[in-house]
């Protein structure tokens, strides 16, 4: 069974810069897409990026509040995934999460929460102002 685990969580004051990194375990190979989610309480689940590298391909998104300052990544051979965020605002506070899914949505809709299977048990990032 796929597990996803998180570390690197949090907190910062504002402008500050974290890197979550997300460890994937129970898959072979490098077939699956992988995004982060973030929860804020009382707020809906929000996709922050996604990145894709089915079928030799190389997809990324992020949501359009993340645009400029965070960064996905994955190392295929260290099955890790990491998002890389600068210039963090009190509105980035959240629990962060870690997602895999083993097929490419099929209107790539890569920041929707319904579709991914396996979620890690999440990472805190707090921002102060």
């Known amino acids: 069974q796929v597990q996803l685990v998180e570390s690197g969580g949090g907190s910062v004051q504002e402008g500050g810069s974290l890197r979550l990194t997300c460890v994937v375990t129970?898959?072979?190979?490098?077939?699956?897409?992988v995004a982060w989610f973030r929860q804020a309480p009382g707020k809906e689940r929000e996709g922050v990026a996604a990145?894709?590298?089915?079928?030799?391909?190389?997809?990324?998104r992020y949501a359009d509040s993340v645009k400029g300052r965070f960064t996905i990544s994955r190392d295929n051979a260290k099955n890790t995934l990491d998002l890389q965020m600068y210039s963090l605002k009190p509105d980035d506070t959240a629990m962060y999460y870690c997602?895999?899914?083993?097929?490419?949505?099929?209107?790539?809709?890569?920041?929707?929460?319904?579709?991914?299977?396996?979620w890690g048990q999440g990472t805190q990032v707090t921002v102060s102002s």
């Open positions: 990145i894709d590298s089915i079928d030799s391909v190389a997809i990324t």
């Open positions: 997602a895999a899914r083993l097929a490419r949505p099929v209107y790539r809709e890569y920041l929707l929460s319904d579709g991914y299977p396996y």
């Open positions: 129970g898959y072979t190979g490098s077939n699956y897409v």
